[in-house]
C-alpha cells in the first residue's frame, strides 16, 4: 500500500493485516513487509501461518498477473525481494524446533532456472523439521549435484524446477545417478508449480512435492522407510 506510513498496524483485524501483507509482497515494499511480518507473529501467528496466509498468498496474485501480462519482470523481482525480506525473519523461526537431525539433504533448482523462493521455503521448513540441509541455488548443472552429493553424502535429494523447459533437466540429473550406480543411495524428490505425481514416476524420481508442507512430510516418511520403521 502506498500509503503504508498512515497505517497503523496494530489496529489492523488480523485479516485486513494479512491482506495488505499480501498487497505489499505485490507492490514489493520491503521495509512494510519485515514491520508487517513482525506484527503478525506479535499476535502468536506461527511462522508458517504468515508465510502461507500472508506472504505465499501474496505471491500467488504476482503469480496469476505475471501470467496474465498484468505485471513484468521488474515488478515481479520487487515483489520477490520483499517476499525473501519476509522469508528472513522466518527463517530462523521456522528453524527452530530443536529436532535431531533427521537426515542429510541437497536440494537445488536445475540448470537453465533462477527460480529459488520455493526452494528456499523447502529447504527451511526442511530445516525446521530436523534436516541437515544444504542449499545449492539456482541454475546447477549434472556436475554442481554431483559435486554437493560427494561433499555431503545426502540421504535426500532435492531438485526444484519452476518452468517447463527446465523441468525435463531433472532426468538428466537422476540419469546421471543411476549411471554413477549411486541413485538407490538417496531418496530423489522433486517439486516446482510445473510439476506433477505422474512427471516425478515418468523421470524415476521417488515423489513430487505439491509443496514445502508436503515436502516435510514426504522426506519424513522416506527416512523411516530408510530406518525401516514403516
Ligand atoms: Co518466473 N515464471 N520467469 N520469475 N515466475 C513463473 C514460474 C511462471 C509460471 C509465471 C507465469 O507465466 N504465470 C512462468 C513459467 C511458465 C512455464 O514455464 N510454464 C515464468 C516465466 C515464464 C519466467 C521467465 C521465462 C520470464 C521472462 O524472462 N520472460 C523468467 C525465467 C528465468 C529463468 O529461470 N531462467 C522468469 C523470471 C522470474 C523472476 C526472476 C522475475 C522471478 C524469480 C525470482 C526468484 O525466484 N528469486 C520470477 C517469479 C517470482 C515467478 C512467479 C511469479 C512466482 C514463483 C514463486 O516464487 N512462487 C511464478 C508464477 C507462479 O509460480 N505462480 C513464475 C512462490 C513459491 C513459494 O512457490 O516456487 O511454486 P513455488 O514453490 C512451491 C512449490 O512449487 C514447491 O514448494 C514451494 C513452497 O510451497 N516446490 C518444491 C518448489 N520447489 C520445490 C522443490 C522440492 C519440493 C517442493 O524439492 C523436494
Redesign the pocket.
Known sequence: MSDNEEIILSELSTEELLELMQEDVYDGYVDEIVEEVQEALSRGMTPYEVLTQGL?AG??V???D???GILF?PE??M??KA??AGMGILRPLLAETGAPTMGIAV?G?VK????????N??SMMWEGAGFDVYNIG??NSVEDYMAAIEEHNPT?L?????????MPYMKVVIDSLVEAGIRNEMTV???????SDAFAEEIGADAY???????VD??KKFMQIRQGVV
Not at 532435492?158 to 527446465?166: D, E, I, P
Not at 512435492?209 to 515436502?215: G, I, K, N, Y
Open positions: 505465499v505471491m500467488d504476482v503469480g496469476a505475471f501470467r496474465d519482470v515481479v523481482l515483489a520477490a517476499m525473501k536440494i533448482t537453465g532456472d533462477i527460480h529459488d523462493i520455493g526452494q521455503l523447502v539456482i541454475n535426500i532435492g531438485m526444484s524446477a519452476l518452468l517447463t523447459t527446465t524428490l522433486v517439486g516446482g508449480a510445473p510439476l512435492c505439491r509443496d514445502a508442507a508436503v515436502a514426504v522426506a
